[in-house]
């Protein structure tokens, strides 16, 4: 969620040096130097860094979510739709759970549950 919330706030899929710097201000970070961070991560030469800079695992994660829903509901846009109801169009932690098992995916929902959730509210939209 921090990716989303803190760091790539135009959610284009990367952040520039200066957003980095700007995250580590605002988050306030005693003692990190922006600049050494992204050399770090992605190297002083670099343009830009992504989320897979930085957690390539996640990324991973969420290709074989996107990979699962596909496989189960066509799409992924067709796989939110079965997760919501005409009544109630927000996707709580426990529904989530469910379809997670639903269409066998065998990893840590709660944490792509926490990526998912924008807000930060304890439901998806």
């Given at each position: ?90 996707v709580t932690k ?9 269409i066998l995916f ?20």
């Amino acid at each position: 969620r921090a990716w989303r919330r803190v760091l790539d706030r135009e959610g284009n899929g990367a952040i520039s040096g200066e957003e980095l710097e700007l995250a580590v201000e605002e988050l306030q970070f005693e003692g990190a130097d922006a600049a050494e961070l992204w050399d770090q991560i992605v190297g002083v030469d670099a343009d830009a860094m992504t989320l897979k800079d930085l957690f390539p695992e996640g990324v991973e994660f969420l290709q074989l979510f996107k990979d699962r829903c596909k496989e189960t509901f066509g799409s992924l846009h067709a796989a939110f739709e079965a997760m919501e109801s005409e009544k109630k169009p927000l996707v709580t932690k426990e529904e989530f759970r469910l379809f997670c098992r639903a269409i066998l995916f065998d990893r840590n929902y709660k944490s792509l549950f926490d990526f998912l959730d924008e807000r930060g509210v304890g439901h998806m939209v």
